[in-house]
């Protein structure tokens, strides 16, 4: 790995304090097992030359997973408020630099460690996720873990499920795909099918595990349904299964899904399932590339106007923002904000409207107006934030 790569740090750290070898070798045939983490092998043989602080870090940093969080407070110069997506706790995490660089709203993987009642960040990705990930990131948690019950110690066995979550969002966010088709759900269709093969003996077994997987519904003739209820009147239908008799075929609307189900089918298959390919059949439009004469126009600079226009332009942004309270929503199911945050549902989907549309506004520099998001709030009759 580049030296100077910003991953560096954090694979580092990752390995120190989550990996073990899980193979045996050697004249004894060794296993190796959670003692054998690298962090707890040091504390083994250093403790005793160890000052307490470094200590008590290393061991509170052993009973941490690697998790998302949702930034919902930054304080400049001094740290960010976080919110654990995956565990229901909310902490505050003293870093300077993130505090000064990162926005509200973003959301953030990594683990921390404590020590001296401050809480530090022993790892943190290179980079954060904008708010809009957030209902993707928990329909992939919620299919893998149970948030009620899931603890810190529990979830660190799950580190390798976590990182691959981790990594199928980053290779999202850095390898964006052109909008085309939109299904009912608001992405980007694009028809996802992967294959699996397996020795004919393990279809029974198969078919009986998936029968007893979390939101799979089993039709006949060995199709499954991969879907995710939404209340009690209404399921998000994520895929299908196809069970043959030698091969197992799923069908996703798009890339995400179909990676979170190959990563939930091979863990639950390990020894069973062997992954063939995937394909897929989407109808991207081909953008006309501009004239690269033309360069593109600087952004607006408010600063340089005059103060009544100034005044004016600001006061027109503002009102433009303001009529989203009045204007039907497709996300809301085509009924306006004022509509939606009469019901209990309703106001919890316009909050993550306006923290999405305030987390975009932050993470674009070239911003030439902020508008107090406070304001939609307090019109829609919503606590602030």
Request: proline share 5%; aromatic share 12%.
């Amino acid at each position: 790995m580049d030296p100077d790569s910003p991953w560096l740090e954090f694979f580092f750290n990752y390995f120190f304090y989550h990996w073990y070898p899980d193979i045996t070798f050697g004249p004894g045939k060794t296993e190796y097992t959670k003692d054998d983490i690298f962090a707890r092998r040091y504390l083994r043989q250093n403790s005793e030359f160890l000052p307490e602080t470094l200590r008590t870090y290393v061991r509170s940093t052993l009973r941490e997973p690697m998790t998302f969080w949702e930034v919902i407070d930054t304080v400049p110069g001094r740290g960010l408020l976080v919110r654990d997506l995956i565990i229901d706790r909310t902490i505050f995490v003293h870093d300077l630099t993130a505090s000064e660089c990162v926005s509200k709203w973003d959301i953030i993987f990594g683990f921390i460690g404590s020590a001296d009642d401050l809480n530090l960040w022993t790892v943190i990705a290179p980079f954060s996720f904008p708010a809009v990930i957030k209902s993707d990131l928990l329909e992939t948690i919620e299919d893998n873990f149970d948030r009620k019950t899931i603890t810190p110690t529990a979830l660190r066995d799950y580190s390798i499920e976590i990182m691959d979550i981790f990594l199928s969002f980053l290779f999202d966010l850095l390898n964006p795909e052109i909008p085309n088709i939109i299904d009912s759900d608001g992405e980007q269709m694009v028809l996802t099918t992967s294959n699996y093969s397996f020795l004919p003996r393990h279809r029974k077994s198969i078919l009986s595990k998936l029968r007893t997987m979390r939101n799979f519904k089993e039709n006949s003739g060995g199709e499954f349904t991969w879907k995710l209820e939404v209340n009690e009147n209404e399921a998000s239908i994520k895929g299908r299964i196809w069970v043959e008799k030698d091969s197992l075929i799923t069908e996703c609307t798009n890339t995400k899904r179909d990676r979170a189900l190959k990563t939930r089918l091979l863990r639950n298959f390990p020894d069973i399932l062997k992954y063939m390919d995937t394909q897929k059949i989407s109808d991207i439009k081909k953008f006309m590339d501009k004239d690269p004469s033309q360069a593109s126009e600087p952004p607006l600079n408010l600063e340089e106007f005059e103060p009544e226009l100034r005044a004016a332009v600001e006061a027109k942004m503002e009102s433009i923002h303001m009529a989203w309270t009045d204007l039907t929503v497709p996300a809301l199911g085509g009924i306006t904000p004022r509509e939606a945050v009469k019901t209990k549902e309703g106001r919890q989907q316009v909050m993550e409207l306006i923290r999405e549309h305030e987390n975009l506004d932050a993470r674009n520099q070239n911003m030439p107006y902020r508008f107090d998001y406070n304001k939609l709030r307090r019109e829609l009759g919503l606590s602030e934030e």
